[in-house]
């Protein structure tokens, strides 16, 4: 009670509504396939292309104490499930990383400069990182990040302090990181590209941006606005 909750949509389009219902059998590959054709995730909603934004001035503003991210769709594409290989994960000269089908994974739009500005930049050194994902292939989602480089002696999973991933509400997940931070909720982040996780999670009054093309500039730039909005309130 008393909890204010914010769910920003900053989509150019609109994505097919779907449930978590729909990824309840792990099995079943070819039919989720099926499905993220039709809700956006290949196919009517397109991803967000790598980018380097230009950041937003964010001097003065009030800062999140954690800011956590989903992985799939949001961060990287393909999606886990997608996978025929998945784990081992190779990284080439050039820093692209394979699974082991040779099937290449990519970061979303602004993710890796985010991503990056988040692990370098000192503006950001007391801010935790977390990754919260509903993936039922946490043994290739921990290597993935694990594969990712940043920066000299840095990858995504380096970066970031804690880690839930596994299957189930996230609103779990959050109640775990909260436990285990000590951070409250409000002064938490969140970024998903599945609309029903922000509106699960937000009511537990953390400021949750709905990002169904991925990391983007927009989404970023909007999330840390309507953050510090919130917290000026």
Partial sequence: AG?????????????LAHGPSVFSSRGNKAARRAVSR???????????????????????????????FDLDGTLWHPEMYQLDGGAPFRVDAKGNVFDSANERIDLIGASRAI??????????????VAYVSRTEYPEWAIPCLQAFKLAPNVTMFSMSEYREIYPGSKTTHFKQIHRASGVAYEDMLFFDNERWNCTDCAPLGITCIYTPRGMTEAAWNEGLAQFAKKRAS
């Fill in 38 to 68: 039709c809700s956006g995730t290949s196919g009517t909603t397109k991803l967000a292309k790598p980018s380097r934004p230009g950041w937003a001035k964010s001097a003065g503003m009030s800062k999140p104490k954690l800011i956590a």
């Fill in 3 to 15: 909890k204010s909750c914010c769910l920003i949509d900053v989509s150019l389009s609109s994505m």
């Fill in 115 to 128: 991503l990056t500005q988040l692990a370098t930049d000192p503006q950001w050194k007391g801010t935790h």
